[in-house]
């Protein structure tokens, strides 16, 4: 089944690490944007530019920036059109990313009856230090508080996204957030490594007030310590990046890692399906502008050869914990992973990075904090 990846594009300020495809929030633009998101949908659907009206997808995942800056009549809105347009499952699983500061009690009930059952909240870190030197709006304090409201809202299904390597970090303070996680009970967490990107305004914060990041080693002991309490904690690793208690996977990232099909609505959304990949317009207002007009919105439309599609599969699917199937890869394209792979992967297994168990091939947990080394034999 497909995935429907909705972008919303408005922050209400610019965090000083932030890579993603966003601007900030302006009511005006953000009515607009939302017309041209259900006139993208309602198009997709029906006039069969992704392949007809009925496909059938399961999830919807309202991604960002901050899409809880969206009010719950237009996430209403935009639920319905993909209602209307797509064949969706009775037990979808629809994902609101929230900022905590972006919300409150009554607004997580109207977004619970407006259909999004699963809200991923962007904490990063419990330690108000931490969080100032990301330059990010909320407090610890409200990341608990909007935790707590979501549980009085209805949600059973709740994610908080953790950042790790921050500025001035070292392991105790990075357990402290995971400790504090543990302590609320999200049924999904996900810990992100911050990367600062060379024009980052982060890059410049941290070299004015000479913030450092924990060297590599440690690193490696954030991570393992991190996965060993959760694991203490009743959390399974299903991803390298991602942990959930039994049945709360987040069904929409995998079809990501499981060589799925998914269809991405919004400025710079990207899309892959039957072996075409595509990604829309980047600019909010151009985007608008040409899906006010009912034009082609993608902008980089590609069909993928079938090593490309291998590799893809290949590399994603080692993501995951169960790592890659052999037989089904050989079924899907006709590869042989070992024969085609084997030499290269044997230094790897050796050094106990990968494990091979009949004719799965994954990666260790150690394995992990190499994976793109691993990786990079697929590519
Ligand atoms: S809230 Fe998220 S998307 Fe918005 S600026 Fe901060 S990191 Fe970027």
Redesign the pocket.
Known sequence: MLGLYVHVPF?S???N??N?N?GLFDADLKARYVDALISEITQAGGAGRAGGAGDAADTIFFG???PSLLEPDEIARIIEACESSFDLAVDREVTLEA?PESVTGARLAAYRRAGVNRISF?VQSFREDELRRLS?LHSADRARAAFQEARAAGFDNVSLDLMMWLPQQRIEQWLESIDAAIALGPEHLSLYMLEVYPNAPLKDDMARAKWSQAPDDDVAAMYLGAMTRLDEAGYGQYEISNVAKQGRRSRHNLKYWTDGEWLGFGCGAHSTRAGVRWKNISSTEDYIDVAGRGSLLSCDIRRLTADEQLGDALFTGLRLVDGIDANAIQTRYGVDVWGRFGPDLEPFLEAGCLRRDGSRLSLTRQGMLLAHEVMSVFV
């Open positions: 922050c300020a610019i965090c690490y932030c993603f966003r960002g920036g901050t900022n962007g990010r």
